[in-house]
Nanobody, 123 residues
């Protein structure tokens, strides 16, 4: 029906960069807010960044100018550019999308999540 697939995670040294991508596919009518969340080992899931359909952004307190969220509405894609990575950024990163999808003659609204992509920052 609707799928979110993340990619771009991996192993990186402190100070390095990664670019995460998330593609939304399926019977989509429209996508509202999208976001990135992360879950560090042994901790709760936390907000990384969100972006509205108009491009307004919000970031978690720990980002401090290091990450940039963006989206391509034409391709139903979401991105997270991460720079100056630290070991404490190690986590599974998840994308989500608040969207309306097509189901018969209806357009239900639902929040969908991707399966996550691992980011490991270590020397």
């Amino acid at each position: 029906q609707v799928q979110l697939v993340e990619s771009g995670g991996g192993l990186v040294q402190p100070g390095g960069s990664l670019r995460l991508s998330c593609v939304v596919s399926g019977n989509i009518y429209t996508i509202n807010d999208m976001g990135w969340y992360r879950q560090p080992p042994g901790k709760e899931r936390e907000l990384v960044a969100t972006i509205t359909s108009e491009g307004n952004t919000d970031y978690g307190h720990f980002v401090k100018g290091r990450f940039t969220i963006s989206r391509d509405n034409a391709d139903n894609s979401l991105y997270l550019e991460m720079n100056s990575l630290k070991p404490e950024d190690t986590a599974v990163y998840y994308c989500n999308a608040d969207l309306l999808f097509i189901s018969g003659s209806y357009t239900p609204r639902q929040l969908f999540w991707g399966q996550g992509t691992q980011v490991t920052v270590t020397s």
